[in-house]
């Protein structure tokens, strides 16, 4: 007979990735970077006028706007906006972007 293999203990990281992966919260860390690529995915004009707050399990992403005018603006825009969104393979789709006004 041969000697038991013995078994090489599991990384810290990759126990954490497997849970992570096994429980959902993996695809909405990934979800959730679209609100630090905010700039990078739609440009410095946008990004200058809007900022990213959260965005939820079923794809609704918040994001407050400066002005009525840049929410009416952005709102005409939210197909092609939520199309550079979910130009990334492998993130959950945003669906959706609620518009909301910024208070002061």
Known sequence: MSPAKKKQPSTIGDVLAGVLKTTGIAA??????????????????IAA?????SITADGTLFVNVTTNAWMNELSLMEPELLRALNAKDGRVAVKRIRWLLRRR
């Open 28 to 45: 909405r860390v990934e979800q959730a970077g679209i609100i630090p690529e905010w700039s990078a995915l739609l440009g410095e004009q």
């Open 49 to 53: 006028v809007t900022e990213p707050m």
